[in-house]
């Protein structure tokens, strides 16, 4: 376990497809308790770098630990310390709720009383009671996405990675999942987290935009827009938003 206060370091890590650079030597650190967010947009190397740090594609370059654990030597330590919510839903749409949490605590080795109490525990913060006996498949997109991140955490892990947790989920529900994640950073746990929403990226305690296969920015969403402002010399009273921040680096990053 990492004794230093980071539960994420990344130093110069990268992946190549072929001649392509998909992640291309990207370094920054991940506090324990930080809802880190890591924007860019579709391609820039979001996704690949999540699986890198779950352990489930290996890096061509530089190293990464998570949790303390090097993820290029002992990917199935990392496993072992994290929750991982995919972009699409990958859970068994037959089963009902409460088969798929049982399912996916028994793989993580909980023995049948602790599970039974911590999904319990997960069913009442995530409200899934009303629809535990409820087939995956037959649930609407906001449930679903709640039981993709209930299975995630159901061991609770000390890092959770959300890749577009909320992409598909109205407003409502979107707003309900982010009061969730805030009271899992309250709690201690780690997270790190990939949206399209921008507005959603201002709950994050620190953000990386990522632009093709590179980090071009990692600070807080205040210092971000501050920058910007710097930056453009606008001596306006408007504030810009972090849409226009992303807009500025994407547009820069070229």
């Not at 972009?87 to 399912?103: A, D, G, I, T």
């Not at 987290?193 to 935009?209: G, K, P, W």
Request: charged residues 25%.
């Amino acid at each position: 376990m990492s004794t230093d206060g980071f539960a994420i370091e990344v130093s110069g890590l990268e992946k190549r497809f072929g001649s392509f650079k998909a992640v291309n030597s990207i370094s920054f650190n991940v506090k324990k308790g930080e809802i880190y967010g890591f924007l860019g947009a579709n391609g820039a190397g979001k996704s690949t770098t999540i699986k890198m740090l779950c352990g489930l594609l290996e890096p061509d370059g530089g190293f990464a630990k998570v949790a303390g654990i090097d993820v290029a030597k002992d990917p199935e330590g990392v496993k072992r310390h994290i929750g991982y919510m995919c972009q699409k839903f990958s859970l068994y749409e037959e089963l009902s709720v409460s088969e798929n949490m049982f399912f996916f605590g028994g793989i993580y080795g909980l023995d049948r009383s602790s599970l039974k109490n911590r999904m319990n525990e997960v069913k009442e913060l995530l409200s899934l009671h009303s629809v535990a006996d409820t087939p995956a498949g037959s649930l609407p997109r906001g449930f679903q996405q709640r039981l993709a991140l209930g299975c995630a955490m159901i061991h609770t892990p000390e890092i959770i990675f959300l890749d577009e947790p909320t992409a598909g989920v109205d407003p409502v529900q979107r707003r309900n999942f982010w009061n969730i994640i805030n009271d899992l950073s309250v709690s201690g746990t780690t997270v790190f987290v990939t949206t399209h929403f921008l507005d959603e990226a201002e709950f994050c305690h620190r953000i990386s935009f990522i632009v093709d296969g590179e980090i071009v920015a990692d600070d807080t969403p205040a210092m971000l827009k501050n920058m910007l402002k710097e930056a453009q010399k606008d001596t306006s009273d408007r504030e810009p938003t972090l849409e226009d921040v992303f807009i500025y680096l994407a547009k820069r990053g070229k």
